[in-house]
C-alpha cells in the first residue's frame, strides 16, 4: 500500500511541478492535485504550493515530499495538456502507470513555438501596439525594436539565469534602437516607440496569477507573484531611464 500511495504523490507532484513551470496558478495547482489524488483512492491528501516549490503530504502516512521550481516560463499548450490528463484521470480513463507516462511524455516535450516564430510574434505585437498609439508610421521601426529586444532578452536569459539583468538588458537595446532610428529620423515619437518596444517583455500573466491567487486566498502566492512582477516592470523601466539618461 506504501509502495502504491508513493507512485500516487509521484504522479501529483510531476503534475504539478508542470503546471508550475508553464505558468499555471497556484490554488490551480493544489486543486488538481487533490482530484489526481482521489482519484486513485487517496481522499486525504493535503498540499502547500508556492511559486517556486510544492509540499505534497497523505495523511495517516510518513509519506511527505517536496519539489523546488526554478525554472518558470509560459506555455499554454503544455498546460492544455496536463489538464486534458487530469480530467482522464478523475474519469477513469486512465491508470496509474498511463498517467505517469503521459506527464513524462508531456514533460519531455519543446517549448510549444521555436524561438524565431517567438521573436516574429513579439515583434508583430510591438508593432500593433505602438501603432495604436502613434500612428502607422511606427509599424515597422516598432517592429525592428520589439523584436530586437524579445530576442535579446531569450539570448540573454539563456547565460543569465536572474531574469532582472536579462530584462533590464532588452530594455536597454529596445531603448537604444529607438534613438538611434530617431538620430537617423526615422521616427519622431520616442515615446510611443520605446513602449511598443517593451510591451512584450510585460509581465501580463505575472501580474494576471497573482490578482487570481490573492482572489482564491492564497496570500503568500499572490504576494510573491507581485513581487515577481514588480521587478519586472522594475528591470523595464530602469533600462529605458538607463539609456535615456545617457541619451
Known amino acids: ?3 502504491r500511495v508513493d507512485d500516487i504523490v509521484d504522479v501529483c507532484l510531476l503534475e504539478g511541478k508542470l503546471m508550475l513551470e508553464s505558468g499555471g496558478e497556484t490554488y490551480r495547482v493544489e486543486d488538481t492535485m487533490g482530484r489526481i489524488a482521489a482519484s ?4 486525504r491528501s ?15 502516512t510518513n509519506v511527505t515530499r517536496f519539489i523546488r521550481i526554478s525554472e518558470r516560463s509560459t506555455d499554454l499548450s503544455k498546460m492544455a495538456l496536463v489538464n486534458h490528463i487530469s480530467r482522464r484521470i478523475s474519469s477513469g480513463e486512465l491508470s496509474l502507470d498511463g498517467a505517469r507516462k503521459e506527464l513524462e511524455r508531456v514533460q519531455q516535450l519543446p517549448l510549444g513555438y521555436p524561438l524565431w516564430q517567438q521573436t516574429v510574434a513579439a515583434a508583430a505585437a510591438s508593432a500593433c501596439f505602438a501603432s495604436l498609439l502613434g500612428g502607422m508610421n511606427h509599424f515597422l521601426p516598432s517592429l525592428l525594436s520589439g523584436g530586437m529586444a524579445f530576442w ?9 539565469k536572474i531574469r532582472f539583468f536579462a530584462e533590464f538588458f532588452s530594455a536597454f537595446v529596445a531603448g537604444g534602437i529607438v534613438l538611434l532610428m530617431e538620430s537617423a529620423g526615422f521616427v519622431r515619437d520616442v515615446g510611443n516607440m520605446m513602449i511598443g518596444s517593451v510591451m512584450p517583455l510585460v509581465p501580463g500573466l505575472a501580474i494576471t496569477n497573482a490578482v487570481r491567487d490573492l482572489m482564491a486566498g492564497h496570500l503568500i502566492a499572490g504576494l510573491s507573484r507581485g513581487a515577481e512582477a514588480f521587478l519586472t516592470a522594475f528591470a523595464i523601466g530602469t533600462g529605458i531611464a538607463f539609456i535615456l539618461s545617457i541619451r
Open 1 to 3: 500500500m506504501t509502495e
Open 40 to 43: 486513485f483512492g487517496v481522499s
Open 46 to 60: 493535503h498540499s502547500y504550493v508556492t511559486p517556486t516549490g510544492i509540499m505534497f503530504s497523505v495523511e495517516g
Open 152 to 160: 535579446c532578452f531569450e539570448m540573454m536569459h539563456r547565460f543569465v
